[in-house]
């Protein structure tokens, strides 16, 4: 356990802005309802609310991805993925049904019905906004108090947050139904109750830290079951950082820990229980039209370096196209790995990002389809952007720090460019933000803002609406923390 030492902590008015402006930031956009990856879990979600099964059958049709199993001489489909994501979007669905009165029984289920589209876009939007949204917003206002934590300087702090939420792809996907947002924002926050938890004797005894961990860890493998490996890293880091407490307390701790974890995780054996008839057997042993899932394990192998050029620096998906302000990040996590103090933290960081991509490199479908960057590689986007807090912090010129903020500011816009446009490139499309999101679709005035889909204003303008509360609160939020930074401490 690391000794007491006084902990600087960013403005709760810039804490408060930052979840604010990241929440907006993500339901102030729609994306594709008909995303195969989308669609099935919320056909998921609505079997589930409208008629107490898992079976889609009814909705297969429009959807790829999907699991198929054969019960005598009936075929049945599935939704092919962990089931966490379904589970949360559940209660919001039966919540709108029961609302607004209709259920989708009431729809002709057709790819080309404007009604059905207009009734899943609604229950899509609301998902989005009581799921991942609330995830990334906590998540960035953790990094906030992390960054400043590690510093001493909330400014640092807020460089990172806003690099986390809203200068990389987390942002796009944390307007849809994929998992890969929420299990980021999930490791973020267990990193985060980690770190505050065993920061002095004071912290270290109390249950919440515990148990914020162990629940984020948990729900993370119920919505991908791969964050299972990034988990089992974090939480040997949870036992590194505790080692020096007295045994009693890190028993009752680690107690509360692993049995939120299990609670966390019961739902998904409940639902394959339910599914499937037995809680160990997923949707991924029946997957339909994807013959490279049956390469290792369900589509892992081994970590190829062309997948790994492709996510990181490829222009197809390389995550730097996307997200360049992160390669400062980097930077910023060999100077924490070099001090001391943050030592722990920073190795913590490299070895989860070395996970997520390994795993995205050994995967069949390491490009992830349609997608605009490496969408399997989200996970690894919140320790990359914990650097940028040391980063910002070690930069003493004025030119280098107007440098960096320019070139967050470069990153934001690209994503938001991609969030109002579409976060599902086409597979083949070399450079697809500037070839397709800029070029093709702002040029042409297509965008998928909230005004414009549900108040029937011009796209245009619902973006200028996002833009007329967004800036104001971006603005504020400098300007309380520029004077926090002037006081010295918070």
Known sequence: MTPAVPIVR???????????????????????????????????????????????????????????????????YYMDKAPGMTLMAAPVVWATNHVTGARSYDQVI???????AEFLRLRLQLAVACGAAILTAFAAVLLLDLGTGITGSPAAGLFAALGYALGSIVWGWSTTLFGHAPVAALFLIATW?????????????????????????????????????????????????????????RRRLYLVAVLTALVAVAPMLAYNQFAFGTPFMTGYTGVVGFNGMNQGLFGLTYPKASALFGITLGPRRGLLWV??????????????????????????????????????????????????GPRHSVPAIPFLALGLAPFWAALRRPAARIGAAALLGVSMLLNLIVAATDIFAPEGMIM?????????????G??????SLYWGVSPWLGLFLYLDLALPMLGLMLWWTRRAERRGSV
């Open 446 to 451: 297509y965008l998928n803002t909230v005004p």
């Open 323 to 372: 997200a360049p302000v992160l390669l400062l990040g980097l930077v910023g996590l060999i100077r924490m790995v070099r001090d001391r103090r943050t030592r722990d933290l920073g190795v913590l960081a490299l070895v989860v990002i070395a996970i997520v991509l390994s795993i995205n490199a050994s995967y069949a479908y390491w490009d992830g389809g349609a997608s605009t």
């Open 10 to 76: 960013a403005p709760h008015a810039v804490a408060l802005l930052v979840f604010a402006l990241v929440w907006l930031s993500c339901v102030s956009f729609g994306s594709f309802v008909f995303n195969p990856n989308t669609a099935t879990r919320m056909f998921g979600a609505l079997a589930l609310v409208e008629r107490g099964e898992a079976t889609i059958d009814r909705y297969q049709t429009l959807t790829i991805d999907k699991a198929a199993f054969k019960q005598g001489a009936v075929t049945h």
């Open 110 to 116: 057709d790819i080309t019905n404007p009604r059905l």
């Open 193 to 249: 109750a980690i770190w505050r938890g065993t920061s002095g004797e004071r912290e270290f005894g109390r249950w919440r830290y515990p148990l914020m961990a162990g629940a984020a860890l948990g729900w993370a493998v119920t919505i991908e079951f791969q964050a299972a490996l990034g988990g089992l890293a974090i939480g040997g880091w949870a036992l590194w950082r505790s080692r020096d407490a007295a045994w009693p307390v």
């Open 432 to 444: 697809p933000v500037w070839s397709r999101n800029i070029l093709g679709l702002l040029a042409h």
